[in-house]
Structure formats: C-alpha cells, structure tokens
C-alpha cells in the first residue's frame, strides 16, 4: 500500500473529529463550581408527583438538597444515583432531596422516577421556585440549605458523593463515613 492510500485510509472524516471532541468535551468536563452562601431564601412550595404540596417551610430541621434537573440532560442522569444513594445513607440524619426539573411534565418526570426506581421528592418547576432561587439557566445546579432553610452550597454542575459528604455532613453534625 503507497503513502497516499495509507494516509487516506486512516484519516478521520470530520464528523468522526467532531464526535470525538464531543465524546472528550463529555467526558473531561470542567468539575462543577461551589460557592459558599449563607443567604436566605424566600418560601416556596412546589406539587409532588402524588398531587401533594411541599412547603418550604415543612423541611425545616432538615438538611435539604434541591437539585434542578432535566430528563434529557446527561449529566443529570449520571448524578441521579449518586443523589438516590447518598439519600438513602443520610435520610435518617436529616437529610431530604427534593429534585424540581426544570422542563418536564409531571407525568414524564412520574414515568422517568419510577422507571429508575427513585423515591426521593421530585415535582415540576413553577414560578415561587424561580422567585426563591433565580431562573437556574443550566442542568443540574443544586442548592444545599441548612436545617434553618438558609442556602449554605451553590453547585453548578454534577454532584459526586464525595462532594455531598464534604458540604453536606457539616451542617447535619454527623461525622462523613470512613
């Protein structure tokens, strides 16, 4: 086989370039931002799946994570075990997860729910969730709020574990796992 043949053989098409960049844009992402805030938030209440009224001021006492969402954003999909898992260690310390997306129906986000067997809280969007923490302009950002209801963790991006363990366990008083 000539050089030219070779050479044109095992040079990649443009739209192959682009899914790689793609698949390493994806894959090498920048790590989510954290600001740390001690602000209040105004009340707010949003509609669960099963048609019931969640109040802010009902999750006082408790650590609360409100992550924003989409069913359709991948980096929301990759964190929804991660949520769903440290959920289930810490629930009984305090812990609550309320999880609002930000564009799907109630019924596709029941469907999306039981489909991946998470029974955490999980409710559409609606305006006293954008009054109380701004039009979230991407997916996922979580807020954390301590058990006054105050917002202590901004996080832009994708939860880890590790980084809800570091944010999470201060405010609930309990000492992370080993």
Known sequence: ???QAFLKKWTPSPLTLILLGLIAWLWFRPPADVSD??????PWQVTLSDQR??????????VVLV????TWCPYCRKEKPVIDAFWQDYRSKGFEVV????????EKIIAWMQDKNY??????????????FGNVGSVP???????????????????????????VTPLLGTPTHP
Request: net charge positive; charged share 25%.
């Open 99 to 106: 999880s609002i997306s930000v564009d799907d129906t109630p």
């Open 141 to 167: 950002t979580s807020f954390i709020l301590d058990t006054d209801g105050r917002i202590r963790h901004r996080i832009a991006g994708q939860v880890h574990y590790p980084r809800l363990e570091k944010l």
């Open 53 to 62: 009224v969640l109040r802010s001021d009902s999750l006082k006492g408790k």
């Open 119 to 132: 029974t955490f809280m999980a409710a559409p969007t609606n305006a006293s969730v954008a009054a109380a």
């Open 37 to 42: 805030e001690n602000r209040p938030v105004s």
């Open 1 to 3: 086989m000539d050089r």
């Open 67 to 70: 992550n924003f969402w989409a």
